[in-house]
């Protein structure tokens, strides 16, 4: 059984930085795609990184570039999310995503994603 745990959220001011880790259990970590997504109150879910972890391969969501980096664990089986420089538009419900194989050119469709934790809230307050 897959699991995926999020932890790490919180409320910073604009400006401030937080780390999301993702802990994964029933996955075969070492040959996947792991992304983390967000959705904020009245909006639908976007896709902000994802890694594919064979390889190591990157993608952001152009809102977040520059800001935001992905990044994986194997020994911990663990992707985390560094996030810094956040503005008030980043507030939202954080979640890690997991699927088998590479994540592909639509990594940022949600429903290509079988498997999802439950959620962190990020609050930054201008």
Known sequence: QVQLVESGGGSVETGGSLRLSCATSGFTFSSGCLAWFRQ??????????RLNTVGGSIAYADSVK???????????NTVYLQMNSLKPEDTAQYYCAAKVGQCG????????FPYWGQGTQVTVSS
């Open 66 to 76: 520059g800001r935001f980096t992905i990044s994986q664990d194997n020994a911990r």
């Open 40 to 49: 904020a109150p009245g909006k639908e879910r976007e896709g902000v990184a």
């Open 105 to 112: 050119t639509y990594w940022s469709a949600p429903h290509i």
